[in-house]
């Protein structure tokens, strides 16, 4: 069974740019979780989708969103990127969320300059 | 305070023996805990998880509960070079369906 994708692998933006990065679950999965991991902070949650509907949010500010689309697979959408946002993204897709095990991608290294 | 805590060490403990990776919770509404284990440039991957107060054994691995004092914690048996790594404690509350990492615990089992 294949894994979770994500795509790209890396991108280098500049402040002020917006950025939309992909994730593919593991096939069957229905849940995708984003999440933003950096040196100071840890792994921080950004959303979970379901069923093509955002069932849960963290604490982010609204230039950060995201989508499921029927197939599962998932997008999230950074506008007017800061230096701050400078981060591995991870996505995590599981069964259907909750105690369900969760299995990450590789991530999206985003760097802006 | 961040939800939950863990000290980032780094922890080292030689070959064989026993390392103790500790982890605590502020959200007495968080009831399952996971370990996930992160391997430098690489994405976390799931060890185990607990969610009853007690103790649960996956082969080298034990996951210690106690919600009183809102504590978790990861004992590796026979401590092996492979098992160096960052490793990661998150708590889900199942109101809101949202998982909290900690920070990390780095581990350097030196051979």
């Known amino acids: 069974k294949a894994g979770v994708t994500q795509t790209p692998r890396y991108l280098i933006k500049t402040r002020g740019q917006q950025v939309t990065l992909s994730c593919s679950p593991i096939?069957?999965?229905?849940?995708v979780s984003w999440y933003q991991q950096t040196p100071g902070q840890g792994l921080q949650f950004l959303f979970e989708?379901?069923?093509?509907?955002?069932?849960n949010k963290g604490n982010f500010p609204g230039r950060f969103s995201g989508r499921q689309f029927s197939n599962s697979r998932s997008e999230m959408n950074v506008s007017t990127l800061e230096l701050g946002d400078s981060a591995l993204y991870l996505c995590?897709?599981?069964?259907?969320?909750?105690?369900?095990?969760?299995?990450f991608g590789p991530g999206t290294r985003l760097t802006v300059l | 305070q961040k939800e939950v805590e863990q000290n980032s060490g780094p922890l080292s403990v030689p070959e064989g023996a026993i390392a103790s990776l500790n982890c605590t919770y502020s959200d007495r509404g968080s009831q399952s805990f996971f370990w996930y284990r992160q391997y430098s440039g690489k994405s976390p991957e799931l060890i185990m998880f607990i969610y009853s107060n007690g103790d649960k054994e996956d082969g080298r691995f034990t996951a210690q509960l106690n919600k009183a004092s809102q504590y978790v914690s990861l004992l590796i048996r026979d401590s092996q070079p492979s098992d160096s790594a960052t490793y990661l404690c998150a708590a889900l509350r199942y109101t809101g369906n949202q998982f909290y990492f900690g920070t990390g615990t780095s581990l350097t089992v030196i051979p």
């Open positions: 995590a897709s599981s069964f259907q969320g909750g105690n369900n095990e969760q299995f």
């Open positions: 096939s069957g999965h229905r849940s």
């Open positions: 989708y379901f069923s093509e509907t955002q069932r």
